[in-house]
């Protein structure tokens, strides 16, 4: 019988960068502009929410309340 997909997995684990998959990176930019929409709407300061989360103040600004 062949290796189990857990050997498998730990052979291949270093292949994939978790932070260098796109799927991850818009995952994580959805979480990070949610945060930033919930920190505005309760009305913390843009520049605060700019450097909590990494995103632009035209960002912030331009998000939807």
Do not use: H, W
């Not at 932070?19 to 913390?44: H, N, S, V």
């Amino acid at each position: 019988m062949g290796p189990t997909l857990e050997e498998i997995m730990d052979e291949i684990k270093d292949f994939f960068v978790m932070e260098k998959d796109p799927y991850y990176r818009i995952g994580e930019r959805k979480a990070y502009l949610k945060t930033a929409f919930q920190l505005k709407k309760i009305g913390l300061s843009i520049l605060l929410i700019a450097k909590a989360t990494g995103l632009t103040q035209k960002e912030i600004r331009n998000l939807k309340q």
